[in-house]
């Protein structure tokens, strides 16, 4: 038996989110959003969605993903959505991020950006999110 506290749903799907991420990246150079949510049971599941179409917009999978996680809202303990996006940072200069949206029934929500280069990871920073999944 560990006696390391066990990570909240949170920080379970942030640590999940990074990997998957970094996954993806690494094999792909890029990815379209996924989600990520743990049940109230403890499990972290990988919601899919079918976008219709080969190369569908990378905004229109992130909303199938919203509305495929709110229709089980009620069966999750926290919920992230993940996506490649590009960020302007305090030097004007433009950067690949991965941009991870948390969000727990009872816990502000909070969006995680991590820099990155040739899928190698910078110093992230958080901000608080927007209430969508749990709303």
């Known amino acids: 038996m560990s006696d390391q506290p066990a990570l909240s749903p949170l920080d379970a799907l942030l640590g999940a989110s990074v990997q998957a ?3 993806m990246l690494s094999d792909d150079g890029e990815f379209y959003p996924f989600a990520l949510a743990v049940t109230t ?7 899919t969605v079918d976008a219709g179409s080969e190369h569908p917009s990378a905004e229109h999978v992130a909303a199938l993903l919203l509305t495929a996680l709110r229709a089980t809202r009620d069966t999750l303990a926290a919920a992230s959505i993940c996506s490649d996006v590009k960020i302007d940072m ?43 999944v749990f709303a």
């Not at 049971?41 to 919601?47: D, L, Q």
């Not at 969000?103 to 190698?120: G, K, M, Q, T």
Request: net charge negative; proline share 11%; aromatic share 4%.
């Open 90 to 132: 305090q030097t004007g200069e433009r950067r690949d991020a991965v941009r991870i949206e948390l969000e727990a029934p009872e816990a502000d929500p909070l969006v995680v950006l991590v820099p990155y280069a040739d899928a190698v990871l910078d110093e992230p920073f958080a901000m608080p999110g927007e209430r969508q």
């Open 41 to 47: 049971a403890g499990e972290i599941v990988r919601p």
């Open 21 to 23: 991420a970094v996954k």
